[in-house]
């Protein structure tokens, strides 16, 4: 985990899709998250503690290296995986709001479009070589600020908050947790198969809290 310390930033945009603006401050406490999303070795440890069910698809091979991020969970699987790891360690893991992901992936940089700057993604090194047939191993490109690893590629990750396109016209300025109700629950980050494979640090994504796509993973946030 990365202690994630407190702070204030400028949340949104006002230059992308309407859904990321209006662009607004931000207190976030200070937290702990993932160095890296949550991986199929650690993930099979919950399966095989708990029973319970392992994503479909997990046994393909394009999927199944121990260091590649689970994927094809829904939100009700990460949910459930952070809960049994609260309980093993009795520490309050859970998932990250979107605020405190949004804190974490800018990693310290203000008014930035990417966790590094500004600079397109396809000037990252090595990009036209990844994701040619799955998500990336964890931990393989370097870090941002903060110090987490692909806070914004490689797989969509889930967020605890329910999803509203126009909740930041009314978001509260301290530790915001998204709308009370729902039908969609938000998640953020570009993803492997997505035509957007490294996503800008204020575009949200959304779907619905069942679905399961073999884009889309988690990594977990301690509450301290």
């Not at 070795?41 to 121990?66: C, M, S």
């Not at 036209?128 to 987490?148: I, K």
């Amino acid at each position: 985990m990365v202690v994630v310390p407190a702070g204030e930033f400028v949340m949104g945009s006002d230059e992308g899709p309407e859904n990321e603006g209006p662009a607004h401050r931000v207190w976030v406490d200070a937290f702990g998250l993932g160095r890296c999303a949550v991986t199929n070795e650690l993930y099979r440890i919950f399966v095989g503690e708990t029973g319970h069910p392992a994503p479909p698809g997990w046994e393909e091979a394009r999927f199944n290296h121990p260091e590649q991020p689970v994927t094809g969970v829904n939100w009700f699987d990460a949910a459930a995986y952070c809960a049994w790891l609260a309980g093993v360690t009795g520490r309050l893991y859970r998932l990250p709001t979107e605020a405190e992901w949004e804190r974490a992936a800018r990693g310290g940089l203000e008014g930035q479009r990417y966790s590094w700057g500004n600079e397109p993604p396809e000037a990252q090194p090595g990009y036209a070589g990844l994701w040619q047939t799955g998500p990336e191993r964890v931990g393989r490109r370097g870090p941002n600020g903060f110090g987490l690893y692909e806070i914004s590629e490689n797989i969509h990750e889930w967020c605890a908050d329910w999803y509203d396109a126009r909740y930041y016209a009314s978001s509260p300025g301290c530790n915001p947790s998204g709308p009370t109700a729902g039908e969609r629950r938000a998640s953020r980050g570009g993803s492997w198969r997505h035509q957007i494979k490294i996503a800008r640090v204020a575009a949200r994504s959304s779907i619905p809290p069942a679905f399961r796509y073999a884009d889309y993973g988690f990594r977990c946030a301690l509450s301290l």
